[in-house]
């Protein structure tokens, strides 16, 4: 895997002139150079259509005269910078004037990304179309002429189609081609088809290079998918769209596969097509250790100007970056990222449930709750992933179900074994109820379910004291569930309020004040497990409260115990990643606050200082040195018993502590 990596962005329209006339190859090259930038990955062919070398099986740029893409990859091997070659798949607006039949359909035969052919923008063609034969003929093409180290397909993904293809297919089957059931069971064959298909003709040409088919968000619990890729390239643009939030959970999840994973940020101010645009460097900085931090390399985005000539800006801001990273990468390499807790993610679970014959009552709030559950666990500094129905529970001491995790037999069993086997869980909402019998728990617990409260927003009574609050009445919102404690610990209770805000019965401004009465059990401890009975996540991602985030931390500090491998000063805002490398543990500590800029986009401008922060990691193994990399400044320390406790001087942006074993 390379970690110093650039997606450089080429989707030109037919009106633009002289297309790649400024292009040279010392100039390429210096550009590269001073991202120190390890990979590159270089158009074959854009959304408008068009390739950028002479072709048989596509066009030529009618503005370009000369093979661009083979004179970039001469040029990035020259200095030993591997190439990767984009394509577009999803879109080709060229043959989608041309073929407007080979387009996704909606079900009112309007077309995808741009609704109609009267709107500017791009428009998504159908792979079970004649236009698959086409984009293969391409692919194929390319792996032919160009020395290329990889296939980059963008645009692509499982999605419904109403087009006359489609139609078509779903009759000669006998099937009703507007029962949704139908046109998403052919969305997921015409996908599979098409990935084979693309992995066969690669094959034919050089067999092994790697593809990456890219659908702009990796669907967890779709391991199917994630394997029809030689590798993963998370696509995560914080100021476009994605936020700090989404990379570290996407990431969570994409290193338990076992693949090698990318996070893909951008050198722009907001997102893709922005020239012009640039972040702040510290922003980059943040975002390439967020990405190793996490066991991922980093691949920034940048757009080229039509005229082929690489920014001097773009590769000094980029530079700044990648100068850091290349520093750090001897600690990278074949490092495991080590995990306390397990999450499974709501959307792993909507995932696992689609096709089954059962309602599961998941709800919309799955990236809500998912995202919430993430940012406590990162605030709280656990050591953390986020897995599907595949994974392997016993590597965790601790297994979140966040809110709506309903259990099939199969998942019932799997969890119970898990508890029987001494592991731990944490439930929250609806969560261990049995799909599609909601009247009780499927799991051995010391509760019994009774129903969901009539009450919503309600209140939390802590029985201890939640730092930094004292004890007393905490507003929760979302639904909340009623049980009875036949076993378990009761350390808070749910109080209602005098009634739920109607026309008829309001009071103040907002909802009504509690009751001072205890409604019933809060929040139970048991042997090996804990129940919140509300949607503890989906409230922390929707509204922040911090009373959930002291809630959720309590009762993993309870469940873990003595087993939490790594405790910190760090401010919340700070991230603890912890990797093993051989003989050594790799302690990452970062620390930025991105800020509100214009309406709701988050940026990173300044980085403050951090100092004398301290740190107990949990190992049976001695420690011989512990050295503050890549400054190779060793710091004292002392081992008690199974802990190593030190102190990081400084932090800024990003260190690393390496503890030698």
Known sequence: MRYRQVHLDFHNSEKIPDIGMQFSKEDFKEALKRGHVDSITLFSKCHHGWAYHPSVANEIHPNLNFDLLGAQIEAAHEIGVRTQVYLSAGLDEKMARRHPEWLIRNRDESTTWARDFASPGYHRMCFNSPYLDYLLDQIKE??????????????????????????RTLIGEGKDPYEEVNIYDLAERVYASYVKRVRECVDSVKPGLPVFHNSGHLR????????????LELESLPTGGWGY???????????????????????????????????????????????????AGCCVGDQLHPDGRMDPATYALIGEAYEELEKKEPWLKGAQVLADVAVFSQESAEN??????????????????????????????????????????ERYEVVILPDNIRLDEALRERF?????????????????????????????????????????????????????????????????????NLSGREIAHIENPYFNRTVEHFSSHAHAPGDKKSAGPGIVLGEGWAYIPWDVFWDYGENGSLICKTLVCHVLDELLGEEKTVETSLPAQGIVTLTRQKEKLVLHLLYASP???GKNVEVI???LPLYDIHVK???????????????????????????????????????MAVIEL
């Open 595 to 597: 800020v509100k800029r």
């Open 416 to 484: 119970q074994m898990y508890l029987d086997q001494g592991g731990k869980l944490l439930l929250s909402g609806t969560s261990g109820l049995m799909a599609g019998k909601p009247d009780r728990f499927g799991l051995k617990l010391g509760i019994c379910y009774v129903g969901e409260s009539e009450f919503s927003p309600a209140y939390i009574v802590p029985h201890f004291s939640p730092k930094p609050f004292l004890p007393t009445s905490f507003l929760i919102n979302g639904r909340i569930q009623k049980i009875e």
């Open 352 to 393: 696992y449930y689609k096709g089954k014959n059962f309602e599961t009552g998941q709800t919309g709030s799955v990236g809500t709750a998912d995202a919430g559950c993430t940012r406590i666990l990162l605030e709280g500094k656990y050591l953390f992933d986020v897995i599907d129905a595949d994974a392997k529970l």
């Open 617 to 655: 990691i949990r190992t049976a193994e001695p420690a011989k040195k512990v050295i503050l990399e890549p400054q190779k400044e060793e710091i004292p320390f002392v081992q008690e018993k199974d802990r190593i406790c030190f102190t990081v001087p400084r932090l800024r942006n990003h260190q």
């Open 142 to 167: 390319v792996c032919e002429k160009y020395d290329a180290d990889g296939i980059f397909l963008d645009i692509v993904g499982v999605v419904p189609c109403y087009c006359q293809n489609c139609i």
């Open 220 to 231: 967890r619990g779709r391991r199917d998918l994630a394997f029809a890729n030689s590798h």
């Open 605 to 607: 401008e300044d980085i």
């Open 245 to 295: 939030d989404h990379f570290p959970l996407s990431a969570a999840y994409a290193r338990t596969l076992g693949m090698d994973v990318i996070g893909m940020t951008g050198k722009f101010h907001r997102s893709w097509g922005e020239f012009g645009g640039f972040k702040h460097p510290n922003a980059l900085r943040y975002e390439a250790a967020l990405a190793i931090a996490n066991g």
